[in-house]
């Protein structure tokens, strides 16, 4: 069996890359966090499709970070990881990095439709509609993972799942077949999902409708989802990277990896809280109240005691 090993890093060098990539994470998951629960606090938002599938963007990039970092963090700590472990979180990391474009292209079409169909909008788009979609999106992500695993089910005997692997997924995932299924996959999803947003973006620029705020500001969301786009792309060119880099520099590939992992895993999260919690002024203004809780505007009552 081939297998990726990765160099340990010294003590201090170590100690400052988790430092890094642990307190940048924690950052961003404490902001999403607010997001989350700034959603679940006002049913004005519960109850609208866009900020449902716009929160749940924001909870798989979460469940990314929170698994990057339990990784990272282990191979430092321990190096080795029992392999049905790594197995389960390897596949939720990855469930839910397929997940984060295809709620990109369904938030495109909510654009689409809320714009060029503001009528049949509200019953196209329900509450329920939506979760059935992020379900379709779940189905989706893991039916594409899931025949990996049966593969490695019935190719692998019982004492492989109980032993000590670097958790990576070229290393328990070693078939070259697979290897193939899964770059097939991604180009699949991501053909899909451009075709989605350029179909809705070209429809909401020549509606009727064009000139309006509202047609606008569509647009400009589903050009910041493009991006968004582009970089969960840079996911899909991770090992690559890693390849190129490490033969020009065979002495620096766990510098290379780190960097690679913090750029492509990391830094694209913080996109997500500034497309509706910066950018919207609704949520905004809500989210003020549990990111700045030393607002005087947020405790009135205090506000009344001093005036008194």
Known sequence: MNTTTVNRDPLHIAILKNVITVVLSLA???INGTLVHT??????????SRYILYIHLVINDIITLSMMILLQ?????????????CIIMLMLSISTSLNSPLTLAAMALECYLAICFPLRHPQICTVRKTYIVI??????????????????????????????????????FTNPVLTKKKDVTNILF????????????????????AASVNAKKARNTILLHGFQLLLC???????????????LFPKDIPTIRYVISLL???????????????????????????LLPLNPAIHPKKVRKRTI
């Open 28 to 30: 961003i998951i404490y």
């Open 39 to 48: 959603f679940r606090k006002h049913q004005v938002f519960n109850t609208n």
């Open 73 to 85: 963090v282990l191979s430092y700590i321990i190096y080795t990881l029992n392999v049905s472990f």
């Open 135 to 172: 379900t379709v999106i779940w189905v989706l992500s893991l039916l594409t993972i899931l025949p990996d695993l049966f593969i490695i089910i019935a190719t692998r005997p019982a004492e492989y799942f109980h032993s000590r692997i670097f958790c990576l997924w070229a290393n328990v």
């Open 190 to 209: 991501l053909v899909i999902v451009w075709v989605i947003l350029f179909y809705a973006y070209f429809r909401i620029l020549f509606t009727a409708q």
């Open 233 to 247: 792309m840079l996911s899909f060119i991770y090992n690559i990277s890693i390849d190129g880099l490490s033969i």
């Open 264 to 290: 492509i895993q990391v830094m694209p999260r913080l996109i997500s809280p500034m497309v509706y919690g910066i950018r919207d002024k609704m949520f905004r203004e809500h989210l003020k109240r549990y």
